[in-house]
T-cell receptor
Framework: AQSVTQLGSHVSVSEGALVLLRCNYSSSVPPYLFWYVQYPNQGLQLLLKYTSAATLVKGINGFEAEFKKSETSFHLTKPSAHMSDAAEYFCAVSSGSARQLTFGSGTQLTVLP | ETGVTQTPRHLVMGMTNKKSLKCEQHLGHNAMYWYKQSAKKPLELMFVYNFKEQTENNSVPSRFSPECPNSSHLFLHLHTLQPEDSALYLC???????????FGPGTRLTVL
């Protein structure tokens, strides 16, 4: 069984500030981990993914995430928030032979001017 | 057209209506998915098709009926829906054996 918990359904940051979105996972086998972003009235777009290579993963739009097995975490960060980063962010885990994605409940990021 | 497209983008229907959602992918993938996205809830996987064969039905009520005539097209037939079925329905596709799914923009469904 696998699951994802995203801490904080809403996060607000000022423009230029650090963005930190938290994700913890549960998986009985080594997981693959993903962050997706959803802009208003759009589908989900892949930001980055961890597939057992480097533990620090760099994605699009300046985002990165670090896989920490000891903490079962895969938090998403960006050093400096931009207004265009305002969106909903979803963490997802895939594991096991079926390799289906299980999503967290999402974190709505607001960027304040 | 590129990527994954969905039509219609918005749909309002009564509980006695029959309607269909359409998804088309132009990525050469062989796996397709339907998800339901409700407010304040995680995405719920509804159906999975691999090479046109249904491989997953996540305890979805029979008022939702999927159809996959070929690897590029996926339909979701709707009949006698309930107001609680109002949600954003997302289609996705992936290459077989790949975890990376590509999503369409979704159909916003409202059931009156």
């Amino acid at each position: 069984a696998q699951s994802v918990t995203q801490l904080g359904s809403h996060v607000s940051v000022s423009e230029g500030a650090l963005v930190l979105l938290r994700c913890n996972y549960s998986s009985s086998v080594p997981p693959y981990l993903f962050w997706y972003v959803q802009y208003p009235n759009q589908g989900l777009q892949l930001l980055l993914k961890y597939t057992s290579a480097a533990t620090l993963v760099k994605g699009i739009n300046g985002f990165e995430a670090e896989f920490k097995k000891s903490e079962t975490s895969f938090h998403l960060t960006k050093p400096s928030a931009h207004m265009s980063d305002a969106a909903e962010y979803f963490c997802a885990v895939s594991s096991g032979s079926a390799r289906q994605l299980t999503f967290g409940s999402g974190t709505q990021l607001t960027v304040l001017p | 057209e590129t990527g994954v497209t969905q039509t219609p983008r918005h749909l309002v229907m009564g509980m006695t209506n029959k309607k269909s959602l359409k998804c088309e992918q132009h990525l050469g993938h062989n796996a397709m998915y339907w998800y339901k996205q409700s407010a304040k809830k995680p995405l719920e996987l509804m159906f999975v098709y691999n090479f046109k064969e249904q491989t997953e039905n996540n305890s979805v009520p029979s008022r939702f009926s999927p159809e996959c005539p070929n690897s590029s097209h996926l339909f979701l037939h709707l009949h006698t829906l309930q107001p609680e079925d109002s949600a954003l329905y997302l289609c996705a596709s992936s290459a077989i054996g790949s975890d990376e799914q590509f999503f369409g923009p979704g159909t916003r469904l409202t059931v009156l």
